[in-house]
């Protein structure tokens, strides 16, 4: 109950074109929901996050859908770009947890020029 | 602002063998967190401090312990290594005590051998 599901594993796209990347989760208990790009060699770093209380968040090129009922987030990359191709994770965390995360497994995005 | 420093970025280790793995936060930041990073299990929670407090703790064996000091700065240490334990150790420091932004360091790379 504690998991975050991602996917896909891996994602190829064409410059310009739009990366989308799943989550599901079942703690329900669950109040925040970020996500992070991490470059090789480098720490993860947040992205983008949102909370239940609204279903969409837009930050530039970067979108979070949220479906509260369906248990479901996802990331929209809008136009992406070779220097997008990094690795992205989803998380979700609750209020008791602390800053604690739970991470999903990632996904590696290739941007091809 | 300086980010968050870990030390030593590479070490290797050989089975049995003990490591301390050090952090310093942002400079404010009083909550340091610890993730263990593989290819296999993805990013997982380790332990968070708060004000030299341990707040809240994954499910990681003994052999995982960590303290922070009073200046907010961590250490974690892993006794009698596995080659389990070979992974990438992300300090991340926050700012606050509930789910928010975590700002990650470049990590720990530690080898069992």
């Known amino acids: 109950q504690q998991q975050v599901k991602q996917s896909p594993q891996s994602l190829i796209v064409q410059k310009g074109g739009i990366s989308i990347i799943n989550c599901a989760y079942e703690?329900?208990?669950?109040?925040?929901f970020p996500w992070y790009q991490q470059f090789p060699g480098k720490g993860p770093a947040l992205l983008i996050a949102?909370?239940?209380?609204?279903s969409e968040k837009k930050e530039g090129r970067f979108t979070i859908s949220f479906n509260k009922s369906a248990k479901q987030f996802s990331l929209h990359i809008m136009d992406s770009q070779p220097g997008d191709s990094a690795t992205y994770f989803c998380?979700?965390?609750?209020?008791?947890?602390?800053?604690?995360?739970?991470f999903g497994k990632g996904t590696t995005l290739s941007v091809s020029s | 602002k300086a980010g968050v420093t870990q030390t030593p970025r590479y070490l290797i280790k050989t089975r049995g063998q003990q490591v301390t793995l050090s952090c310093s936060p942002i400079?404010?930041?009083?909550?340091v967190s610890w993730y263990q990073q593989t290819p296999g299990q993805g990013l997982q929670f380790l332990f968070e401090?708060?004000?030299?407090?341990?707040?809240n703790k994954g499910n990681f064996p003994g052999r995982f312990s960590g303290r922070q000091f009073s200046n907010s700065r961590s250490e974690m240490n892993v006794s009698t290594l596995e080659l389990g334990d070979s992974a990438l150790y992300l300090c991340?420091?926050?700012?606050?005590?509930?789910?928010?932004?975590?700002?990650f360091g470049e990590g720990s790379r530690l080898t069992v051998l």
């Open positions: 998380a979700a965390s609750y209020r008791q947890a602390g800053t604690a995360l739970i």
């Open positions: 401090y708060f004000s030299e407090t341990q707040r």
């Open positions: 949102i909370r239940p209380d609204v």
């Open positions: 400079s404010g930041h009083r909550s």
């Open positions: 991340a420091s926050s700012i606050g005590v509930i789910a928010g932004e975590l700002f």
């Open positions: 703690n329900t208990a669950f109040d925040y």
